[in-house]
């Protein structure tokens, strides 16, 4: 009887260990998607972004011969009316680490197996399972250097090639259209403004992959800091869907490191970064939801979306240029560099002193390589209540980190036009981009800062002494 491959954020046919379990049993496999509310849910670009991911996705089974089936509605009751069409007698797929979808895929499971059906999930998403790494105390790290000397010696599995045969079923069941799903709705500026940049399915990555390792990892140890310069993989959207693995990422930078490239040791550690991450979600799920550190409850944030400086802030209007820089390069390319992640975030939390779910909703909103797991980790950290954080005390100047991570202006001058003669055409780009309820024009004179660089550092320092936590 048939299998089916429930394809889930694991959007690549090379190194999928549940689609070459199945593909191995020589069965017949039938490859379905479901859109039910957790994908509805999504963010405007995340699901925009996976809509490209699904097409391309659909175009690489059918050169296999194989198809992608596409249905609608809660996945359980979808899975079986499949098994009752199709006759199947197994499903599989790649396991998630965030607790909805663990929720769901473990109803799935105990559903299924009590029907009598073979479910079974997969690794691939990740390198270590977050069970599987524990300190010398039987729990799980909070810090990251521990973390990543607990796995760095670790063998990591070497990835599996993509099958040479996925059998074909007798019969395809019916399948929903993709553009009937709408998953471009809320994005209107994707097709015209984002779609340039991405990097969309698993040979692009695979390429940039390729590419990164020849010619950007030996400096990546200070190029990843430049916002200026392209010195980094790139692949946090193709890692965000799984349209490559990290074990693939992994083996070819131990390769690099291998071959004496200075910087490969970092970008493994970067990747163990996302590991730690999803460490983070999986043992405190409170992570995406709450105050990390609970003390953190009684600070005084903004937590009113309606006040100017969150909409200044949004509309990358803040004044300061290395914040309107990042929020206008994530608005115009669905993604920002790290740099500016880490700016923008603090100048929120800190200068501004609006919650990090702000922040953290408006990305979940914007970005294409948005991961739950980095995300949440990455906004807590920056506001200071998460695991690892950053001392509340210090604050990013975000004045003086544009000087020295964009020294010749290059990353500003990219995406900021106000008060230019000759803009340049990304800088014009944004406003093309932002809906016209905004208002905002090139024209405009650029604004001056919502709150200085010293003002909002001094205020943040007055609020964290006088906290009572
Ligand atoms: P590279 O420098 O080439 O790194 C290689 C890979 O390592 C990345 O693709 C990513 O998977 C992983 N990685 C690198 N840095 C981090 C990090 N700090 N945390 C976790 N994993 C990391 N990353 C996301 O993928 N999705 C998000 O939604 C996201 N939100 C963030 C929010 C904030 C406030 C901050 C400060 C960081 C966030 N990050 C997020 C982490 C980081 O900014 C991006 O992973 C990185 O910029 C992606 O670019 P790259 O693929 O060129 O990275």
């Known amino acids: 009887s048939p299998i089916l491959l429930w394809f889930r954020r694991d959007l690549r046919l090379s190194d999928h260990p549940a689609l070459s379990a199945a593909c191995k049993t020589g069965r017949p496999v039938i490859p379905v998607f479901i859109l039910d509310d957790l994908v509805k849910g999504l963010g405007a670009a995340p699901k925009w972004r996976l809509g490209l991911g699904l097409e391309n996705l659909s175009d690489a089974l059918a050169d296999k011969g194989s198809r992608l089936i596409l249905r ?228 005084p944030w903004n937590e009113d979306q309606r006040r100017a400086e969150v909409q200044a802030w949004k509309h990358a209007r803040t004044g300061i240029r290395f914040v309107d820089a990042g929020l206008r390069e994530m608005y115009v390319t669905g993604r920002m560099h790290n740099r500016a992640r880490m700016v923008v975030a603090s100048y929120l939390t800190k200068h501004l002193m609006c919650h990090w779910k702000i922040g953290m909703r408006w990305f979940e909103d914007c970005l294409i390589d948005w991961d739950p797991a980095s995300n949440a980790m990455g906004w807590q950290w920056s506001a200071g209540s998460g695991p690892d954080a950053t001392p509340y005390f210090r604050v990013f100047n975000p004045v003086t980190q544009l000087k020295k991570f964009d020294p010749d202006g290059i990353y500003a001058k990219s995406w900021i036009a106000e008060d230019r003669q000759t803009p340049t055409d990304t800088a014009l780009s944004y406003f093309d981009a932002v809906p016209r309820r905004w208002g905002l024009s090139a024209q405009d004179s650029y604004p001056e800062p919502v709150v200085s660089a010293s003002d909002g550092r001094e205020k943040a320092l007055q609020a964290y002494e006088n906290r009572d936590f």
């Open 72 to 299: 609608r509605g809660a996945a359980l009751p979808v899975l079986r009316e499949l098994i009752e069409q199709t006759g199947a007698g197994t499903v599989y797929w790649t396991r998630a680490y965030d607790p909805d979808s663990m929720a769901r895929d473990t109803s799935v499971k105990q559903t299924l197996k009590h029907d009598g059906i073979q479910a079974q999930s997969f690794g691939g998403h990740l390198m270590f399972e977050p069970w599987t790494v524990e300190t010398g105390q039987g729990s799980y790290y909070k810090v990251y250097t521990p973390f990543w000397n607990a796995v760095k010696g670790r063998d990591v599995d070497t990835p599996l090639p993509t099958p040479g045969k996925i059998q074909p079923p007798e019969t395809w069941p019916q399948s929903d259209n993709l553009g009937d799903w709408q998953m471009a709705q809320a994005m209107q500026r994707g097709a015209k403004i984002v779609r340039p940049y991405v990097r969309l399915g698993e040979s692009a990555a695979q390429a940039r992959l390729g590419a990164f390792m020849a010619h950007r990892v030996a400096d990546y140890v200070d190029d990843r800091n430049r916002p200026d310069v392209d010195g980094t993989s790139g692949l946090s959207e193709n890692l965000a869907l799984g349209e490559i693995s990290p074990q693939q990422c992994w083996h070819a930078g131990i390769r690099a490191r291998e071959e004496g490239k200075r910087g490969a040791e970092t970008f493994l550690k970067e990747l163990v970064w996302r590991e730690f991450a999803y460490h983070l979600m999986y043992h405190t799920p409170r992570i995406l939801t709450d105050n990390w550190r609970e003390d953190w409850n009684a600070f």
